[in-house]
């Protein structure tokens, strides 16, 4: 039991202020991407293709 708690206390706990940061971000990618300033890339292509 003691294991676990020391693996549980060492996890990360969410931050709000980074979690906003990735938010606007993604919202300044998007917007980017319908305004037509940049082209997405396949899927398929950026991870490459899987057995």
Do not use: F, H
């Amino acid at each position: 039991m003691r294991l676990l708690n020391v693996i549980y206390s060492s996890l990360e706990r969410p931050d709000t202020a980074i979690d906003k940061i990735w938010y606007d971000e993604a919202e300044r990618r998007l917007a980017a991407y319908k305004a037509g300033k940049v082209q997405g890339i396949p899927a398929d292509q950026v991870l490459g293709e899987r057995p």
